[in-house]
């Protein structure tokens, strides 16, 4: 069996929390964790999910990536994100810290490129990849064993696209992906395309050409109003093809075996739980370690837990026996010795 590399898009993940959760979720201090509460239960829920030997989170790091300098209007006109987004993102790297998750980031690059090219590695490395995303730019990846994870409430129940399942959805290939957004442009991006060519005819168009060379190539056999539009637009076609693309060969100092040896401390995520007052998450990360032999081999240490916890009523029948003899209290159980619960 193939060893398995999940890649998280931490931005996205950042943002589709912040904007599902309440604002008022946070610590009784005042310290706002909505985003970081999101980026952590969906953390958990892959990793009991898929049980990968190495995670890796990407972000977004600066403003003036090579794309913001070559088009000064790349991603203008997006909606501003609150300050209190901005704050919560140290919290979600001091808890990816504690899982063992290398961090990635690059004032040059932007995240969807760093997982493009760790996708790109990890399949020649012999991994299946899985990218836990929502962000179109993506599609273009996946290939053989690389596959994006698309939220479908949430990621209890993700939608796994491999390249037929992007197809099936967009109507043209992962490698027609830039193609397609050369055509009908991508807002989001602040990228034009051509002015008038939409989904429907951009599909039309890249599965009789493949592809906007082939497409101008052949432009004399277009038919109707698109042949005008193409010609207009043509320089906007290919440069928004060119700024769509994304790039996997950015020479990364991280290595893929090292990142997959990575075991976190089960003291490190129940100290940050505590401290966070994520008890929910603290609930379910016991319950894991308790029942799955993945979670034993991902995590060292020792767990404390409250004999009165339900979760661990039936737990440890001797653990809770010397608690009993020594007036109750905390006892402390290496989960080696953890059983596995149903």
Not at 107 to 124: F, I, N, Q, S
Not at 203 to 223: A, D, F, S
Not at 297 to 322: C, N
Request: proline letters at 5%; glycine letters at 8%; hydrophobic letters at 40%.
């Amino acid at each position: 069996m193939k060893k398995k590399l999940l890649l998280l898009d931490a931005n996205h993940l950042m943002h589709r929390a912040y904007w599902a959760i309440q604002r008022s979720l946070g610590t009784s201090k005042g310290e706002q964790l909505n985003a970081v509460f999101g980026v952590v239960s969906m953390l958990l829920t892959m990793m009991m999910r898929e049980k990968p030997d190495a995670i890796i989170a990407c972000f977004d790091e600066g403003k003036e990536t090579l794309r913001h300098k070559e088009h000064g209007e790349y991603k203008a006109g997006r909606q501003e994100t609150p300050d209190d987004f901005y704050v919560q993102i140290p919290r979600v790297h001091q808890c990816l810290e504690a899982f063992a998750v290398p961090i990635l980031s690059s004032p040059d690059y932007e995240a969807d490129d760093l997982l493009g090219t760790l996708a790109v590695r990890g399949l020649k490395e012999g991994y299946s990849v899985i990218i836990v995303s929502g962000d179109r730019d993506l599609f273009q990846l996946p290939d053989g064993d690389i596959q994006v994870a698309v939220p479908n409430g949430g990621y209890s129940e993700p939608e796994y696209l491999d390249a037929k399942g992007v197809e099936k959805k967009l109507g043209v290939r992962p490698d027609q992906v830039p193609d397609y957004k050369g055509l009908v442009g991508d807002s989001s991006d602040n990228l034009k395309g051509v002015k008038g060519i939409g989904p429907k005819t951009a599909v039309k168009l890249l599965q009789t050409y493949g592809t906007i060379e082939n497409l101008y190539e052949h432009l004399p056999e277009v038919q109707g109003s698109a042949k005008e539009k193409l010609m207009a637009d043509r320089e906007s076609a290919f440069f928004c093809k060119r700024m769509a693309t994304l790039v996997t060969d950015i020479p990364l100092a991280i290595d893929l075996k090292e990142a997959s040896e990575r075991q976190a401390n089960i003291d490190d995520v129940l100290r940050l739980f505590a401290e966070l007052e994520f008890f929910t998450l603290r609930s379910r990360f016991r319950k894991f370690l308790a029942a799955d032999p993945y979670a034993k081999k991902h995590f060292t240490g020792e767990i404390v837990f409250d004999i009165e916890e339900p979760l661990f009523a039936e737990a440890s029948t001797s653990a809770k026996a010397s608690a009993d003899r020594s007036g109750g209290g905390e006892e402390r159980v290496t989960v080696e010795q953890l059983p596995l619960l149903d």
